[in-house]
């Protein structure tokens, strides 16, 4: 999925889209998006499978939560 000019507000809601609070999760060019979290917390899989090389984490929590 690409950041474009005419999808970044579906995007971005998509983005804090979470199950609880959504019966319909937002549409992006015809595909239902939700928060990445849902899936995985920090997603570096992932990255890495895109070719990230290098990753930085910052956290908003202590390393216990």
Request: hydrophobic letters at 45%.
């Amino acid at each position: 999925m690409e950041a474009r000019r005419d999808n970044l507000a579906l995007l971005l809601k998509a983005s804090a889209a979470l199950p609880v609070f959504y019966r319909n999760f937002p549409e992006v060019d015809g595909r239902p998006m939700a928060d990445g979290g849902v899936a995985e917390g920090i997603p570096v899989a992932h990255a890495i499978r895109m070719g990230a090389r290098r990753i930085m984490v910052v956290r908003s929590r202590h390393e216990h939560y």
